[in-house]
């Protein structure tokens, strides 16, 4: 689960470095190319400032550039790899998630909250199944996932509904539930039986079952989930025959968290 960051005095608070770092997270999967007035839409940044920090961080390295647009270089990893060699989460849950996968031949993953995104920071050497996008460090919609789902199901009642004040949920399949009523009861459903089954909600195609992974104070901490492709048959193998040797998997983690 996300944290929400630490207060900071104002005279301490760079704001270079908070555009700058705007503009690099202005980069997903669905903007991979971007210019300068893009960057500054997505920045909120007029476009001169925008093209600065673009120049800035392609001369840094971080960036890689044509003269017009700009996209991410990979010395970006450095961010993500030391943070799954060095964090406590991904090594503490690894062993376990590489067990689950040689003992159920499936793919899982362990996740974390962070804002209206999930990310993925540990997975298990299975790849039966690998639906688009989940690498390591991937970030996916919290609304449309199952562990976004049993993430948000766990936070308390007002955080929840600070989650929820004025978002839009966007649509990715005929299947995504958009509507912020028929949402908020399918996250009271998700907290009733902590678990989360979500179908074709994020891609057609693949469904995913998950569960929370708590700590020792209750507080759940990151999502575990199981991949697998969209069909009835396999949904009631998952939670018959995966369900339980997930939530079993939790309690034991609990210690590890």
């Not at 608070?13 to 555009?19: D, H, R, V, W």
């Not at 793919?107 to 199944?129: F, H, M, N």
């Not at 004040?165 to 908020?184: I, M, Q, W």
């Not at 179908?199 to 759940?220: F, H, N, T, Y």
Request: glycine share 8%.
């Amino acid at each position: 689960m996300s944290h929400s960051p630490a207060s900071i005095a104002r005279a301490d608070f760079i704001e270079g470095l908070a555009k700058g770092l705007a503009v690099l997270e202005s980069f997903n999967t669905a903007r991979q190319r971007l210019n300068a007035t893009q960057a500054a839409e997505r920045a909120g940044l007029t476009r001169a400032a925008a093209r600065r920090h673009l120049l800035t961080l392609a001369h840094l390295g971080y960036l890689e550039t044509d003269g017009s647009h700009f996209w991410l270089a990979p010395k970006v990893l450095r961010f993500s790899g030391s943070y799954l060699a060095s964090a406590r989460l991904p090594r503490a849950l690894q062993p376990t998630l590489d067990r689950l996968g040689a003992q159920t031949g499936e793919s899982l993953s362990a996740v974390v909250l962070d804002g209206d995104e999930v990310v993925i920071v540990a997975r298990s050497g299975a790849t039966r199944l690998l639906a688009y996008g989940l690498h390591l460090g991937a970030r996916l919609p919290a609304h449309a996932t199952s562990t976004g789902r049993v993430l948000l199901a766990a936070l308390p009642p007002r955080e929840f509904a600070q989650w929820m004040k004025g978002r839009e949920l966007a649509r990715f399949t005929p299947h995504t539930v958009t509507d912020p009523r028929a949402f908020r009861s399918l996250i009271d459903g998700v907290r009733g039986q902590d678990w989360c089954l979500a179908r074709e909600e994020q891609e057609l195609g693949v469904q995913a079952l998950a569960v929370p992974l708590r700590d020792m104070s209750g507080q759940a901490v990151a999502a575990l989930n199981v991949v697998s492709s969209a069909d009835w048959g396999k949904a009631n193998t998952l939670v018959e025959q995966l369900l339980p040797v997930m939530l079993s998997a939790a309690r034991d983690m609990r210690a590890l968290l």
